[in-house]
């Protein structure tokens, strides 16, 4: 196979196959409702628009120094797409799309798959399952975007990517981030002809030994507050893995009308959306008999960092990758009331909108591919036990959007859950609508619909 045809995966990208574990795939799955979709139509959509990302007819192939993409020598898109018939209600829609979370992807292909289910009841059901290191969930929301126009009648205008990899760039940039961070360079009035910095420098000279004073110390400060937090109070949502999992999705409620809410208390939509999962973990706790004084629960919460990487990395609309840091926001699971929860939950992603942890997490996990096999789990446990939930939230776009000419009705994905972790709540917004997707391993949740009529329900107990 010659140069061209492999290149080597970024740390950030092959950390999600270091990290991978049998009972706890790192794969993303996305459902859309498609009206009218027929296989003719997907096909030629697929063919011209989806496999104009070259990254998709790679394999991620273990070979020293690290994992490498390679082209598929015999890639089919047949291989690629799976029509299934039969005219599937909502329930037993839902135990397909279960069925498939546990079906494992080939690994001789590159690891990604559409199923199509033109007669589901509602609609076509198009489902996607994509192993992590391909794309994060927003990188594949600007997929969809690019190949989904307004209007049935719009071709998209810009789309695909060649796969390249630049890999010292990524060196070059981290210099440069490194040295912005420390503020190491002084100013040039300030340095004599022989490169030294004067003893009695100026007042630039000061302000910047100040920066780099107070840089370091925040950093210092930031990773010693990530690396002592808590973990999780041990409780239902943290018990052994079967690697059995269920996922259920919600019926859409408006968008207006979380935007009432969070205009009327003050807080953002975002809050709003928490506290609705941490009303259904409490609920879930108060069920089991958890002492709520003492429960410890946090919400491991993708954060986009792509405006916050320095140039040399910023990537570019439309890459594919993964660009996104983790927060881990506590749950008021303690709190008695609606409001007390949501005022703590905006208190806390508050505090974490100003810190540096997305950034440090994402570093962090982009190290697990290069650290020694045997170090992996530990650095994983350091995520991962300081989290009961992995809870992620994508916004989609505004009006509605049209694939292949037809239009779609419902936007639906479900997060992976590293570690430990056997809850994962999605939320989108799509169309002026909003819907809430859990999967769970059935040792930590046997009835996920139950959890999902709990988030809805808290919406019921704020003021309007």
């Known amino acids: 196979m010659s140069q061209k045809e492999s290149h080597l995966l970024l740390p950030v990208d092959s950390a999600w196959l270091a990290l991978e574990r049998p009972e706890n795939p790192m794969t993303i799955t996305v459902m859309l409702r498609v009206e009218g979709l027929t296989e003719a139509r997907l096909l030629e959509f697929l063919r011209i628009y989806w496999l104009a990302w070259e990254r998709f007819r790679y394999i991620p192939v273990r070979r020293a120094p690290g994992w490498w993409w390679e082209e598929d020598p015999v890639f089919s ?23 498939r979370l546990n079906q494992p992807l080939p690994t001789y292909r ?76 002084w100013p040039r ?35 010693s507050q990530f690396l002592v937090e808590p973990e999780d109070t041990d409780s239902s949502l943290k018990r052994s893995l079967l690697g059995r999992r269920q996922c259920r999705w919600s019926q859409p409620v408006e968008l207006e009308r979380f935007r009432r809410i969070a205009t009327h208390t003050g807080v953002t939509i975002n809050d709003v959306l928490l506290s609705c999962v941490a009303s259904a973990v409490r609920n879930r706790l108060v069920a089991d008999d958890t002492d709520m004084d003492e429960a410890v629960l946090h919400a491991a919460v993708p954060v986009d960092i792509r405006n916050r990487l320095p140039e040399g990395v910023k990537p570019e609309p439309g890459t594919l990758g993964n660009y996104f840091g983790t927060v881990f926001v506590p749950l008021p699971v303690d709190g008695e009331s609606a409001l007390e929860r949501l005022f703590r939950i905006k208190h806390e992603t508050r505090k974490l909108k100003k810190s540096w942890q997305p950034g440090l997490s994402w570093a962090l996990t982009g190290s697990a591919s290069l650290i020694p096999e045997a170090w992996r789990q530990p650095v994983a446990d350091l995520f991962y036990r300081k989290a009961s939930a992995v809870v992620s939230n994508v916004p989609g776009t505004r009006e509605q959007r049209y694939l292949a ?29 909003v819907q809430f997707g859990v999967v769970a391993d059935e040792a930590v949740m046997a009835d996920p619909e139950c959890f999902l009529d709990d988030c809805l329900q808290e919406l019921e107990c704020f003021p309007l």
């Open 189 to 223: 009035e300030e340095v004599g002809p022989g490169g030294d910095i004067p003893r009695n420098g100026g007042t630039a000279s000061r302000n910047a030994l100040e920066r780099a004073t107070w840089k370091s110390l925040k950093l210092v400060n930031e990773l």
């Open 110 to 185: 590159p690891l990604w798959k559409f199923w199509l289910l033109p007669d589901a009841e509602g609609g076509a059901a198009l489902l996607l399952r994509m192993h992590h290191c391909y794309a994060d969930g927003l990188s594949l929301q600007g997929i969809f975007d690019r190949l989904c126009p307004p209007s049935p009648q719009q071709a998209p205008v810009l789309y695909g990517a060649s796969e390249q990899a630049d890999t010292g760039r990524w060196g070059r940039a981290a210099n440069a981030w490194l040295r912005e961070l420390t503020a190491s360079e």
């Open 405 to 433: 000419g037809c239009r779609i009705l419902e936007q639906m994905f479900w997060v992976p859950q590293a570690g430990d972790i056997g809850l994962g709540v999605s939320i989108v917004s799509y169309a002026g609508q």
């Open 77 to 99: 898109l047949h291989h690629h797409l799976e029509v299934v018939g039969g005219q599937l209600d909502r329930q037993a829609l839902q135990d397909w799309v279960s069925a």
